[in-house]
């Protein structure tokens, strides 16, 4: 990625676009991973309470 942002500076934009993308990407699968824990956890939670 480096040595193509060096000879063309119009990858440039492009390399930052893509980067860009993936750490949204990466941001977005982070929060889904979280969320999903944090309900599961929940429900296992609530179950538990239920049945005591």
């Known amino acids: 990625v480096l ?6 500076p119009s990858a440039n934009l ?5 980067l860009c993308i993936l750490s949204i990407f990466n941001l977005f699968i982070s929060f889904i991973m979280y969320f999903t824990t944090f ?3 929940e429900k296992h939670v609530l179950f538990t309470l239920h049945t005591v």
């Not at 492009?14 to 893509?18: I, Q, R």
Request: hydrophobic fraction near 50%; aromatic fraction near 8%; proline fraction near 0%.
């Open 14 to 18: 492009l390399n930052s676009l893509v």
């Open 3 to 8: 040595i193509l942002t060096n000879r063309y």
């Open 39 to 41: 309900l599961s956890v």
